[in-house]
């Protein structure tokens, strides 16, 4: 196999905004680095025909590396407990375990019940830090664990919850859907959800008059005052993928069921510290760790969760400020990886762009474009094409669980 970087920017590709002329942020952003892959390679759009969930974050890395979801995708959460390496067996089902930010209409609700009178203020919990979750999630397991309930920890907002020999159908919705909302529409539903509404209810009770978020309030931060609960799934295992590919593989992300999906296939991970903002120093970081792995590995998927840029202290950033985050992904990251192609003309980059998690309204942002770029030798460039959504709209739509595989074959 032709030595491949993946690079998935996640959450880039959504609505259209107003305020960029009634374009998307891909439509918008200046990406020289982007358009020259793009005028030397092959340009289309890609998800899983016939499936109906979006097509982003460790789904799509799944179907790439040639896992088909209906199989292989249980849900987020056990790909957590992957990452973080919390075994489960057949009848346990892992959580993701956010701690988010509620508010009331006159202050942070601590009086309130558990229900409507409860909106969702930060599904980040307000920023907060790894070493303050920490006491948080110690405290939780003081008083809520169980025989069959277990909690981990993860890092700032993002843990798991495990519920050994979970019975019942329990269906649970993303905290960012219900940002600013009344919680009641969202909380967890069907057979079982009793059991994860209670506990819920519970860490908020535990978590509103804990020391740490007090500090935080005093120091003019929000507090991290309940768990939130979704994202459920359970025990996969899948084959690896050297058992189809003789390839020696990387992934590297900050999000946790990412880092799970490369585990549980058999290669290598590494999972960095997400910075927000599309700080630079930190995607100078990403790409000083991919180019030298690139020289001892074949494939090397980088994930960068675009999304996780898009809100700050529970507000959305401005469209104009997403444009600046791409402009600098653009000449950090893929500007790194477009030399490496200039250096070296065996290297093939994958660059795929999927909507965010938390937002699909239109047909717009339902769209995946990629390119695969085989070097300059691969076309003569066309300057008349650029990656986006646009450009790939009316492009059949490619099977992704084949796209590594047909492009393997060329070496």
């Not at 070493?131 to 003081?142: K, V």
Request: charged share 20%.
């Amino acid at each position: 196999m032709r030595k491949t970087i993946v690079i998935h920017v996640d959450g880039l590709t959504g609505q259209s905004f107003q305020e960029l002329g009634n374009q998307t942020v891909l439509q918008s952003a200046r990406t020289p680095h982007l358009d020259e892959l793009a005028g030397h390679g092959e340009l289309g759009r890609l998800g899983v025909p016939r499936e109906t969930r979006p097509f982003c974050g460790e789904m799509a890395l799944l179907a790439l590396l040639g896992y088909h979801p209906h199989k292989w995708y249980t849900g987020p959460g056990a790909f957590e407990a992957g990452g973080l390496e919390v075994v489960l067996d057949a009848h346990d089902v892992a959580y993701l375990c956010h701690l988010v930010t509620l508010r009331g209409q006159d202050g942070w609700g601590d009086g309130k019940k558990f229900g409507p009178q409860l909106f969702m203020d930060d599904p980040l919990g307000g920023g907060i830090e790894t070493e303050e979750a920490r006491e948080l999630i110690d405290a939780i397991n003081e008083q809520l664990i169980s025989e069959n309930i277990h909690f981990y920890m993860g890092s700032h907002h993002r843990h798991l919850m495990v519920w050994v020999g979970a019975s019942g159908k329990v269906a649970c919705r993303n905290p960012h859907e219900a940002l600013g909302q009344s919680i009641e529409a969202f909380l967890p539903t069907g057979d079982g959800s009793q059991i994860l509404r209670e506990l819920m209810a519970a860490s908020r009770a535990i978590l509103c008059h804990h020391p740490v978020n007090k500090e935080r309030l005093d120091a003019g931060l929000k507090p991290a005052n309940c768990l939130w609960l979704w994202g459920p799934g359970k025990a996969v295992e899948l084959p690896h993928l050297k058992e189809r590919w003789p390839v020696k593989g990387m992934v590297i992300s900050p999000d946790g069921p990412y880092v799970g999906v490369g585990m549980a296939a058999g290669l290598q991970t590494v999972k960095v510290e997400n910075v927000g903002g599309g700080d630079v120093a930190w995607l100078q970081e990403l790409a000083n760790r991919t180019s030298p792995v690139l020289e001892t590995h074949d494939l090397v998927c980088l994930h960068i969760p675009f999304y996780a840029w898009g809100l700050k202290d529970g507000q959305a950033v401005p469209p104009s400020q997403l444009v600046e985050y791409l402009q600098r992904v653009d000449e950090q990251v893929i500007g790194a990886m477009h030399q490496s192609v200039e250096k070296n003309d065996s290297l093939r980059i994958v660059v795929l762009c999927t909507p965010s998690p938390h937002r699909q309204e239109d047909g717009v942002s339902a769209i995946s474009p990629y390119l695969v770029c085989e070097g300059r030798k691969g076309k003569p460039e066309d300057h008349a094409v650029r990656l986006n959504e646009r450009e790939v709209a009316n492009r059949p739509l490619r099977d992704a669980t084949k796209l590594l595989e047909r492009v393997a074959g060329k070496n």
